[in-house]
């Protein structure tokens, strides 16, 4: 049969209205409508940040030169108060700021109550701030109030985000049963060589290798990352970056308040939690090492049985990254009826799938595909896009998804995350339509170390994917762990949190299903 080409075989414009749109012309069109709207999402983030520059370090934000003012101070405050403090900033050479822009963070503590919260930020465009607090415990309640990165290191990090792929390179490891190779790969190679394109169709993104002499490109195996010595920041951009410049306090004549319970009760009028609902921010507090939603009511589960007897009957797939993996080794720890099926796979990013034969219950988690940054080789063979990923599962009651994407990412262009969001979006949208009881539930990102490589890493990155996925989402009937928030009033401030931070992330995700 003589082959047509899609680019040669044309009808007329009566043909073209009475014949129903080809699967090539409507993927395209798909990819077209996708990356329209990662122009559109981009375009609202690249107003938000500032555009400055500065010729010297003095010229920047000090968190010591800067001032923070208690508003409507009172005497008495009482649970469920707001709480509101003024941040005004000023430059090594106390010249009160003028704009916006700075990287800001914020919360509340009481350590002998093993409690604390996060604070909302509002810039107002012109060097001031105003963090909102809400009172949710009774005793004495102290403030940490950061100046993560000045505005001109946010305005350089986004430039420097925005400009390329070079900060992180891949290796691919190809083999037969003789030979192995090692070469380059990346979502943007420069080079002369011949290259092996690796296309997710659905998503229309693309990963190259180079092609390694005498192996095809189907004979890539594993994959391993490390950072380049590229950086897209200057000398004096990056001084401000230095860890001695990362969360600085900003000094506050008001060392500590006392809340009092004055009959008040924030608990009274919460239904359950469940998907669908608004997740505010702050969405909860912690007291006592425990996560409290103040948006919904939590599931009691109080003991192992209870936690088996959610679970029972249920498929449950954790798909992203390492902060995932955490989860089922903390649920594997509760439940000693789980146990791990041997799947002949080594490394710390290989597939996991544990199995609890009497309650008849499963639990996976599987990375997500590129860019999956590891300095130890792992398997591609696992790596399917979690869009794709999504569309391979039937769903229905019994079915529930977890979904987190983001730590990988923020070496890279944004777009590429809006592009990844918007594509698993649309996958949940079909799962929806054919399964509509499933149970879907997104887990922002954690935050990270203060120590680690800023250009490549910062929270500025995380913060602004966090900012993506909260407006991708919005309309989903999902269910969010914000562990951004969590892991921002446990002060955590690593990738991997402490076991207190996984239990609260663990029972808030088990109270949506529960």
Not at 143 to 161: D, I, M, N, Q
Request: positive net charge; contains cysteine; proline residues 4%.
């Amino acid at each position: 049969m003589r082959r047509l080409s899609i680019w040669s075989f044309r009808v007329n414009n009566t043909e073209q209205r009475q014949n129903k749109e080809t699967p090539l012309a409507a993927s395209q069109a798909r990819l077209m409508e996708i990356e329209k709207q990662v122009k559109e999402i981009f375009k609202r983030l690249d107003q938000m940040v500032p555009k400055v520059t500065f010729t010297h370090m003095n010229n920047t934000t000090s968190a010591k030169m800067s001032r923070a003012i208690l508003l409507y101070s009172k005497d008495k405050y009482c649970i469920g108060d707001i709480l509101i403090v003024q941040l005004d900033m000023y430059d090594y050479l106390g010249n009160r700021k003028k704009y916006g822009g700075d990287f800001l963070r914020a919360r509340i503590y009481s350590p002998e109550l093993q409690a604390a919260a996060s604070g909302r930020i509002e810039d107002l465009n012109n060097g001031s701030y105003l963090v909102h607090f809400t009172l949710s415990w009774e005793g004495r309640v102290q403030f940490s109030l950061l100046l993560f990165h000045p505005s001109e290191g946010v305005s350089a990090l986004w430039r420097a985000r925005n400009e390329g792929y070079n900060n992180v390179e891949f290796m691919g490891i190809f083999t037969n049963a003789t030979y192995r190779a090692t070469t380059q790969c990346n979502f943007n190679l420069s080079t002369d060589q011949e290259l092996c394109e690796y296309l997710e169709t659905g998503d229309g993104d693309y990963f190259y290798c180079v092609k390694p002499l005498g192996l095809p490109c189907g004979s890539l195996i594993r994959m391993q990352s490390h950072n380049t010595d590229n950086s897209y920041l200057n000398a004096l951009e990056k001084s401000l970056l230095a860890r001695s410049n990362i969360g600085i306090e900003i000094p506050r004549p008001f060392p500590y308040i006392d809340v009092f319970p004055c009959g008040n009760n924030i608990n009274s009028t919460k239904e359950k939690c469940k998907t669908g609902m608004d997740s505010p921010f702050p969405s909860g507090f912690i007291l006592r090492n425990v996560w409290n939603p103040v948006f919904c009511k939590k599931t009691p589960l109080d003991t192992p049985d209870q936690i088996m007897q959610c679970l029972n009957g249920k498929m449950v797939y954790f798909m992203g990254d390492s902060t995932l993996r955490q989860w089922i080794l903390y649920i594997s720890k509760i439940d000693k009826s789980l146990k791990y099926f041997d799947l002949h796979r080594t490394g710390l990013v290989s597939k996991l799938l544990a199995i609890d034969m009497d309650s008849n219950f499963l639990i996976q988690w599987k990375k997500h595909g590129h860019p999956y940054i590891a300095h130890r080789d792992y398997t591609v063979k696992d790596n399917v896009y979690l869009s794709r990923e999504i569309d391979l599962l039937d769903g229905g009651k019994y079915t529930v998804i977890v979904i987190t994407l983001g730590q990988h990412f923020r070496p890279f262009p944004i777009h590429m995350f809006i592009k990844r969001m918007l594509g698993i979006r649309k996958a949940i949208e079909r799962l929806f339509m054919r399964s509509p009881d499933t149970k879907v539930i997104l887990k922002s990102e954690n935050t990270r170390e203060m120590s680690i490589d800023m250009e490549r890493f910062s929270d500025f990155h995380g913060y602004i994917q966090y900012l993506v996925v909260k407006e991708i989402f919005r309309d989903l009937n999902i269910g969010v762990v914000d562990a951004w928030d969590i892991s921002t009033a446990f002060a955590s401030n690593n990738v991997h949190p402490h076991v207190d931070v996984v239990s609260s992330q663990v029972y808030m995700f088990l109270s949506y299903i529960c």
